[in-house]
């Protein structure tokens, strides 16, 4: 039809229709937790298990072990994150609002983003994969997504300035592979990460509505 058409469905043509399905069921679920994440939503953890479930299968099938391990990176800190988010004080307030990370933070962050790298870089050799170029863009990635994930699963204000950045790495990486559903899908994060920022900033130290 033209290039558009040919760049997001000529790569599932030979494609298995079950991969198909779950990839897409997967775009939901992932548009939908960042959705919730914006709103500052508890549903964020369950729809993103989902999203992230799904999505550390079809990478494990592909043998993109970095990508795959991201995304199971994703589904823990979403266990962890649902929990955190859900505590509450005596009073029966919410123990965790959004705030901006300190020193500590900041270095814990930062310990997560090599630890991430190294472990996701003896994924691919204990499996015997070859690491391409753009397999070193994973690695980089996957410590940025997973110390946004840590941030978010604990309201820090800064986890989406990571999302942003890990993002706009993830979006033409993906189109080079030609991943066109998930490449459209991190651009529409970029997006709502963008709008996240701006959300949670304005509700900086502030407890959500609670019922």
């Known amino acids: 039809m033209n290039p558009i058409f040919d ?41 993103g298990l989902v999203a992230t479930v799904i999505t550390t299968y079809i990478f494990l099938v592909d043998r993109l072990y970095g990508d795959m391990m991201m995304n199971f990176y994703y589904s823990i800190m979403s266990i962890y994150g649902w929990w955190n988010w859900t505590r509450r004080s005596e009073d029966r307030r919410l123990v965790v609002n959004i705030t901006r990370t300190n020193t500590k933070e900041k270095w814990i962050g930062f310990g997560f983003f090599l630890l991430t790298m190294l472990v996701t870089y003896g ?60 490449s459209l899908q991190y651009l529409i994060f970029t997006v709502l990460a963008i709008q996240g920022y701006l959300a949670w900033k304005k509700n900086l130290g502030k407890s959500p509505q609670t019922s």
Do not use: Q
């Not at 960042?34 to 369950?46: G, S």
């Open 7 to 47: 760049f997001f469905l000529g790569p599932y043509e030979d494609r298995e229709l079950s991969l198909i399905i779950l990839e897409a069921t997967a775009f939901f679920f992932g548009i939908a937790s960042v959705v919730y994440a914006k709103r500052e939503d508890i549903l964020v953890y369950p729809t």
């Open 123 to 182: 994924v691919y050799r204990m499996f015997g994969a070859e690491i391409e170029p753009t397999n070193y863009v994973d690695i980089f990635t996957s410590g940025i997504f997973f110390t946004a994930m840590w941030y978010m699963a604990n309201k820090k204000l800064e986890n989406w300035t990571l999302w942003i950045l890990g993002d706009l790495i993830t979006v033409p990486l993906y189109a080079y592979r030609g991943w066109g559903m998930f």
